[in-house]
């Protein structure tokens, strides 16, 4: 069965600052892989996907993320975190042509310093 | 750009009660999905639907959940008689074709 995991439920750090967010996930092949963000109050955002190709990806707000299908991750960076970066986090996995409901990760809250 | 919307925002409900929650997706979308979200919780699925009939649920979506699409742009779930456990937020997702999923705001629904 599909499953994602966030190691991290909290992450602070300053602004301007660099980030990464980790995601690993359990799947027989290649999932699709997505971030979502979601601010307070809101609903889930897309930042970025993954289907196939190029393993770095570029998304929204500045945010990439790196496929690497030998330590099963898809991890979220960004050079340099702004204030209004500070929202919560979830990595999804997709499981092309079996599926399509998405298995969420339970989530990493950022917050950020000035 | 385009977005999918749900309405209400909040919807307060007595248990027992039945409430039916609504959603327009994006307009030229064909698959719809439903999922939840309990306080401090994850996201959770609940139901996939295309071309008129679910194509997935999940164990939560029960008897007393239902779906449809009762004309060209509403997408609505309906729970029978609600219970205290059903206290969460739903959120409406659509797409073109199966990934990826665009997510409305969400309606925060509370059981009293």
């Known amino acids: 069965a599909q499953s994602v995991t966030q190691p991290d439920i909290h992450i602070t750090v300053s602004e301007g600052a660099s980030l990464e967010l980790r995601c690993n996930y359990s799947y027989g092949a290649t999932p699709y892989l997505f971030w979502y963000v979601q601010s307070p109050g809101q609903g889930l955002q897309l930042l970025l996907k993954?289907?196939?190709?190029?393993?770095l990806v570029q998304g929204i707000k500045g945010f990439e993320a790196e496929f690497k299908r030998s330590q099963s991750s898809f991890n979220l960076r960004k050079p340099s975190v702004h204030w209004s970066d500070a929202a919560e986090y979830f990595c999804a996995v997709g499981a092309p042509y079996n599926t399509d409901k998405l298995i969420f990760g339970t989530g990493t809250r950022l917050q950020v310093f000035p | 750009e385009p977005e999918v919307t749900q309405t209400p925002s909040h919807q307060v409900t007595q248990m027992g009660q039945e409430v039916i929650l609504r959603c327009v997706p994006i307009s030229n979308h064909l698959y719809f999905y439903w999922y939840r979200q309990i306080l401090g919780q994850k996201v959770e699925f609940l139901v996939s639907f295309y071309n008129n009939e679910i194509s997935e649920k999940s164990e939560i979506f029960d008897d007393q959940f239902s779906v449809e699409r009762p004309d060209g742009s509403n997408f609505t779930l309906k729970i029978r008689s609600t219970k205290l456990e059903d206290s969460a937020m739903y959120f409406c997702a659509s797409s073109e074709v199966a990934q990826p999923q665009h997510f409305g705001d969400g309606t925060r629904l509370s059981i009293l």
């Open positions: 993954y289907f196939s190709g190029d393993t």
